[in-house]
């Protein structure tokens, strides 16, 4: 069973609803959908919301040298950490446990936004979230998504385009 949110009760985390309204993005709050059985992964999300896996936004923390990173990267693909490593000049990126997601963005992993975090992180994103018209990324809970045009999700998140996908042979 889907729920489609109204902007009286959203489904988005509270902190990002007040996120969204502080950058003018009422719309995209007002299209927020909840889902009670959970969009905690790219595949989950994908299927309660009937798109592509592609389509959807995973928001991902990375700690290089150290230093939380933001990487939003497309549901279908992985991130090549040393890719990351390389756009960043950093000597060991790694990926951030439960408790420094938590601590940098105020989010639980599953639920993490592409913006609207507790602290103000580097931002890389994929090229490949351009590929579609409009993706999906979560709205500060697991289960909790928001659709928005992938050009508005990357100026919104501070980001800077990037190519750090995994290849495929």
Not at 65 to 93: F, H, I, Q, W, Y
Not at 114 to 137: C, E, K, M, N, Y
């Amino acid at each position: 069973m889907t729920t489609a949110a109204t902007d009286e009760e959203p489904g988005a985390h509270p902190r990002f609803a007040e996120a969204l309204r502080g950058l003018g993005l009422q719309d995209v709050l007002a299209r927020t959908r909840r889902f009670p059985e959970g969009t905690r992964t790219a595949a989950e999300a994908a299927a309660a919301v009937g798109c592509e896996l592609s389509q959807i936004c995973k928001s991902l923390i990375f700690a290089a040298d150290g230093v939380p990173v933001l990487v939003l990267m497309d549901g279908a693909s992985r991130v090549d950490v040393e890719r990351v490593r390389e756009e960043l000049a950093a000597g060991e990126v790694t990926r951030a446990d439960a408790g420094l997601v938590r601590e940098t963005t105020g989010y639980a992993i599953g639920g993490v936004p592409p913006f609207g975090h507790r602290t103000r992180t580097r931002v890389l994103a994929d090229r490949s979230l351009l590929a579609h018209d409009v993706v999906w990324a979560a709205a500060g809970t697991p289960h909790a998504v928001f659709p928005i045009e992938p050009e508005a999700l990357v100026a919104h998140a501070g980001a800077a385009l990037v190519d750090v996908r995994e290849r495929t042979a």
